[in-house]
């Protein structure tokens, strides 16, 4: 998991409720992302950042948003507006935003709608 | 679009077995290949990578071969152990998606004594 930290580890939340996902990286990194994963699927993109104060949507961005104020720091609110939230969430980092840089994953939030 | 089609989806070997796991991709341009393990629950850890110029590379008992002619990879674990019990994850990516990457849906290992 390196030195990028996910809290909380498992997250429930009722229908219509906003919640936000932390993710923390003490690696220096510019580039920071966000996926999410449901059984038997790849990871999809949901908003990635290049660098602080700025962000895009990836491929499943609807009913989330983010925001990227410090380096460190790239939270993810789950919208009230997710049809079908409850999944594994992931965040990852990178030196930068080039092809050829590895994403280096934290441990993963799993969020349950009750 | 671009794709990453893994197979199989799911395997059980026995404990020190070899098994090979398939990787064939449609991303172009192509910049690499890199595979990933994921423990269940965990996030996923980088394995290898390769670039276009490289057709194989190891990592202990992994190895992963690329061919980019025919945008096939193949991920070889020798001697199976029961850690390896895991998702394999291949991830492509091109040099004009700046950041972004193409994920399989992974094949599920599973190591039996």
């Known amino acids: 998991d390196g030195g990028i930290t996910q809290s909380p580890k498992y997250l429930f939340r009722k229908e219509g409720q906003n919640v936000t996902l932390s993710c923390e990286q003490n690696?220096?990194?510019?580039?920071m992302y966000w996926y999410r994963q449901d059984p038997g699927q790849g990871l999809r993109l949901i908003y990635y950042s290049q660098i602080v104060n700025d962000f895009q949507k990836g491929d499943i961005a609807e009913g989330y948003s983010v925001s990227r104020e410090k380096k460190e720091s790239f939270p993810l609110t789950v919208t009230s507006a997710q049809k079908n939230p409850t999944a594994f969430y992931l965040c990852?980092?990178?030196?930068?935003?080039?092809?050829?840089?590895?994403?280096?994953f934290g441990p993963g939030t799993r969020l349950t709608v009750l | 679009k671009n794709q990453v089609e893994q197979s199989p989806q799911s395997l059980i070997i026995l404990e020190g077995k070899n098994c090979t796991l398939q990787c064939n991709y449609t991303v172009s341009p192509f910049s690499n290949l890199r595979w990933y393990k994921q423990d269940t629950g965990r996030g996923p850890v980088s394995l290898t990578i390769?670039?276009?110029?490289?057709n194989t590379k190891s990592n202990g008992r992994y190895t992963a071969t690329l061919d980019a002619d025919t945008k096939q990879s193949s991920l070889h674990i020798t001697a199976s152990q029961l850690s390896d019990s895991a998702s394999y994850i291949c991830v492509v990516s091109d040099p004009t998606n700046a950041g972004k990457s193409t994920f399989g849906d992974g094949t599920t290992l599973t190591v039996k004594p």
């Open positions: 690696l220096n990194h510019d580039a």
């Open positions: 990852a980092s990178a030196p930068g935003a080039s092809s050829y840089n590895e994403q280096f």
């Open positions: 390769m670039t276009f110029s490289e």
